[in-house]
């Protein structure tokens, strides 16, 4: 019989910051979540984060480091998470000690960030593959929701008479619901520990339309960030540090996303845009 056998990640990289930067262009093979927007060495004060990526699921950071994990990456994965408000954080190496892996797991009880380990492994192919080490707990009633296929969350909203009632929301597309006018997409946004509205803008002239819209919206009467990437133009306007993970708290993210959503939508359905 012969084994597969796997080689250390530094023969294949001369740099971990050209791991990282292969890496940032293959997110979706850590399983994390969706994330698009992706930087390398992203400033976080006077140090830099490997990776910062935003996208369906919030913030993601990402350290990694060739061989065994110590534990000053460990901190620095730490304080970029927190300044950055992560969402996710990430921490990519070859191995990890028995005391990480308990201390990650306590991350997971006591934080709202989704901590993970994961196990980067080259086989003698070039190959990699991705392993969880430590990830959140996986809630089993969340679980037994999800075999229903349809999303509990937005169902009493799709089945209301208001602006955003609709068809049943798959589970698979549970992150959001979209509403379009005057040629802008209004979404409202469930993360797991946040929820939020987003406007989209799209085509060439898609940061003139934004500021033509965002006219309507002054900064003394509303909160909001704009994001960018080559394909679009957003603006957040987030709404509560509440989310998918709040079960508890979801009459109340319900009430207040449908409540700014609709404002917004009727503000630029009024305007003379």
Known sequence: M?????IPLSSIYN?????????????????????????????????????????????LVVENQFGKADWDHWGRLEAYARLKEANVAVLVAENFEELMIVTCNLRNEDSEIDWYLIQVQVNSHNELSFHHVVGPAVDIQTEKKAEAGYSEFWAPIREADGLFAGKPVLIQNEGWITKGVRGVNISLNLLNHNCSVRLNFVGENKIERRDEVMQLFPESDYNYEYRIS???????????????????????????????????????NESDL
């Open 2 to 6: 012969q084994l597969q056998k796997t």
């Open 15 to 59: 740099r971990e910051e050209d791991f990282s930067a292969d890496l940032a262009d293959n997110l979706d093979a850590l399983r994390v979540g969706s994330f698009e927007d992706s930087e390398t060495e992203s400033n976080v004060g006077t140090r830099r984060a490997d990776i910062v990526a935003v996208g369906e699921d919030g913030t």
């Open 230 to 268: 080559p394909k679009e133009a957003n603006v957040i306007f987030p709404v509560l540090q509440k989310g998918k993970r709040d079960p508890e708290h979801w009459p109340e993210i319900r009430e207040k996303l449908v409540a700014m959503g609709t404002d917004i939508y009727n503000k630029i």
